[in-house]
């Protein structure tokens, strides 16, 4: 197979919820080893965009390109989308790791139980290394120290650096981070965020819906910003969130500055 100079490319999505066209036809390429961020208002498309490329929701129409594999979905009789190859949707989701903004960690696992689940019943890793690196993986987002504690056990900062080790448990290609900070408390948005920077730069590949603007500009190679379910505008961070083409993009960027 070629190799790909792309992490993820998407291609005319359309996805519609009902009469409600959240998705008109969106494209854009996320590059390897860089971060994509995506903005834009509440109700704009972003998270349905993320969702969209591991076919948690399922695209209308258009096709989602990880690498070297082509997602793609149909129509059933119904009218209701569904992915076209289901064995292939199972490898490719294992090779993305996703970041929820509420965690969605198991509730009566522990916190190395929940890192562990992934890696030994999905990817047969034995138990020994997965052990081992799901412990050094705890030891890079700080909580060594909570590998017996139970989520219920955590603050929302820390429950949200167990999700993201849990993702990188899986030694994921791409790491999909959905408002991983909407959910939290001010003062614990800057123990994830260091998390994320890190990962930013260590050379990750990541695609990142975010509302904190400062970050998405100090930590992106490229950002999109979204309105009405289309890109509105998209490039560099610097010239986006300094020298902004769309008025709306304006409008939108004013509460930040």
């Known amino acids: 197979m070629t190799a790909t100079h792309y992490a993820v490319k998407a291609e005319n999505i359309h996805k519609s919820f009902g009469s409600n066209e959240v998705l008109r036809g969106i494209s854009f390429t996320a590059e390897q080893g860089k971060v994509l961020s995506i903005i834009g208002a509440s109700g704009s498309g972003k998270s349905t965009l993320l969702r969209c490329i591991n076919h948690l929701v399922v695209p209308d129409d258009g096709v989602v390109h990880i690498g070297t594999e082509t997602l793609r979905s149909h129509k059933r009789r119904d009218g209701t989308a569904v992915s076209s190859d289901i064995r292939q949707l199972e490898r490719i989701r294992a090779r993305l790791g996703m970041v929820f903004q509420n965690f969605n960690l198991w509730s009566h696992r522990n916190v190395l ?54 993702a ?90």
């Open 113 to 166: 139980q929940n890192l562990l689940e992934g890696p030994l019943h999905v990817q047969q890793v034995p138990k020994a290394r997965a052990t081992e690196h799901a412990l050094g993986l705890l030891a890079k987002v700080g909580l060594s120290d909570k590998k017996d504690a139970y989520p219920n056990e955590l603050s929302g900062g820390q429950q949200q650096r167990v999700a993201i080790a849990r």
């Open 168 to 257: 990188l448990a899986m030694n994921p290609d791409v790491l999909l981070f959905d408002e991983p900070t909407s959910a939290l408390d001010p003062e614990m948005v800057g123990e994830v965020l260091r998390v994320i920077r890190q990962l930013a730069d260590e050379g990750r590949s990541m695609i990142l819906v975010t509302h904190e603007m400062k970050f998405a500009q100090e930590v992106s190679d490229h950002t999109i910003f979204m309105h009405n379910g289309r890109i509105e505008e998209e490039g560099p961070p610097g010239k986006l969130f300094n020298q902004p083409e769309s008025e709306r993009l304006r409008q939108f960027l004013l509460p930040a500055y």
